[in-house]
């Protein structure tokens, strides 16, 4: 015998075909994410996210800092507080000596990456354009590359002395490398397609480098100009710590001689932020320059 099972309606249960479907907080139809409207959440992951995840490990680092120093673990003519040494850094930028020093220093580093940075364009769109130029220059120039810049500083330091032309050439010289290579690789590396295309469309010479060649070419170009501005900023403090009387490098021997570490912190602290907001400016003028480009993920 057979017994006639009773049919239940779904709506009895309280379940909804289309509810079950999808769950509500991805549901598309009302554009949110766990009620969150979806622009401002991807405006959130994408803009605000990284900028929080930048945070906890700097603020980990200065709370260690903090207790290094508040219980001693390190001696505190070593490492001096994180107050000793913004009360250090308040005074000098009082006194003026910061400003005056930071003065000399981004001169010196404007003046060496300028000339490295004329240099570098002008090799590296000479061995992009030429292959014949090319292959005299090139092997010359990878050599020259892989000698650092403190290598030459006995040499230079023979030749010019010790005064501003050391160090401007040393700057140079380090902003010169990656410009040149760079630039270099950018122009070797655009697409054959693009070149054909325009002679399809019969461009002249001139049309072809400034549609086609170097508007391709200019994301390394930029990268490479980038990363010769960081290389020069750290080459500046290099050699003002070796063969300098004023400038930050300068300020951090000075400190280390008379062993007041708090001026020496004060200094490092100071030519990290400067360099970061420099790389910054450089960011924000490659977002203008390349709006075009659409980031891949």
Do not use: C
Request: avoid cysteine; aromatic fraction near 12%; charged fraction near 10%.
């Amino acid at each position: 015998m057979m017994h006639q099972s009773a049919t239940i309606p779904l709506s009895d249960l309280g379940l909804q075909i289309g509810a079950a479907a999808e769950p509500p907080s991805l549901r598309v139809g009302n554009a949110t994410t766990a009620g969150v409207p979806v622009a401002l959440w991807q405006a959130i992951r994408l803009r605000l996210l990284p900028r929080v995840l930048a945070w906890p490990f700097p603020l980990f680092l200065l709370l260690l800092w903090y207790l290094a120093a508040r219980y001693e673990w390190v001696a505190p003519q070593v490492l001096p507080s994180p107050q000793t040494v913004a009360a250090t850094f308040t005074d000098l930028l009082r006194s003026g000596e910061l400003f005056d020093n930071l003065k000399i220093s981004l001169l010196r580093v404007l003046a060496g990456f300028g000339l490295g940075l004329f240099g570098g364009l002008t090799l590296g769109v000479a061995m992009g354009l030429s292959p014949t130029f090319k292959d005299y220059v090139y092997p010359l120039f990878k050599a020259f590359s892989q000698v650092p810049v403190l290598g030459w500083l006995p040499l230079l330091m023979l030749l010019v002395g010790i005064d501003e032309a050391l160090k401007i050439i040393l700057i140079s010289h380090a902003a010169l490398v990656p410009i040149t290579l760079n630039t270099y690789k950018g122009i070797q590396n655009v697409p054959s397609r693009y070149v054909e295309v325009a002679r399809v469309f019969t461009f002249t010479r001139w049309q072809l480098l400034s549609r086609v060649i170097f508007p391709a070419a200019l994301p390394p170009i930029w990268n490479g100009i980038r990363y010769g501005f960081t290389h020069a900023w750290l080459a500046l403090v290099v050699v003002e710590l070796l063969a300098s009387s004023e400038g930050l490098g300068y300020m951090i021997v000075f400190g280390r001689q008379l062993f007041q570490l708090d001026v020496v912190m004060a200094s490092v602290v100071v030519v990290g932020i400067v360099g970061f907001t420099l790389d910054k400016l450089l960011a924000l003028i490659e977002v203008g320059l390349l709006s075009w480009r659409r980031e891949g993920f």
